[in-house]
């Protein structure tokens, strides 16, 4: 209200700046009640995500804690396979190590016999 011709109106028509400031008093109530209601909404959808992150996230948990159950319930069965694991392997040695003892042993035999026969 920097110019003088205002300031003249507001003397000269009091009634008119009486309806104005009137005016400008219910579009800021307006704009106050119209911003109140975005921020309700904005909240219960804050609330709405929030509350769905937390189902998820004890549905994760949820899954952890069944997937952790399931492993501890292969562990020993895992655990029973290596060791057989281990047992072959240890066979498989042994059956190398007889194999070629009783190779050794035919051939040895056999250059004996070839030696004696002549």
């Known amino acids: 209200m920097g110019g003088g011709s205002e300031g003249r109106q507001v003397t000269e028509n009091p009634e008119r700046a009486i309806g ?12 106050f009640e119209t911003l109140a209601e975005k921020s309700d909404l904005g909240r219960s959808r804050i609330y709405s995500e929030l509350e769905h992150i ?26 029973d396979v290596k060791k057989w694991r281990e047992r072959f392997i240890g066979m498989q040695i042994l059956i ?5 003892s009783v ?5 040895a035999f056999w250059k004996w016999i070839m030696v004696k026969v002549g």
């Open 20 to 31: 104005k400031l009137e005016g400008q008093m219910t579009a800021l109530v307006a704009a």
């Open 54 to 79: 937390r189902a998820d996230n004890a549905e994760s948990r949820r899954d952890v804690s069944g997937l952790k159950r399931q492993l501890d319930e292969y562990a020993l069965t895992i655990a």
């Open 96 to 100: 190398v190590f007889v194999t070629g």
């Open 103 to 107: 190779v050794g042993t035919v051939v």
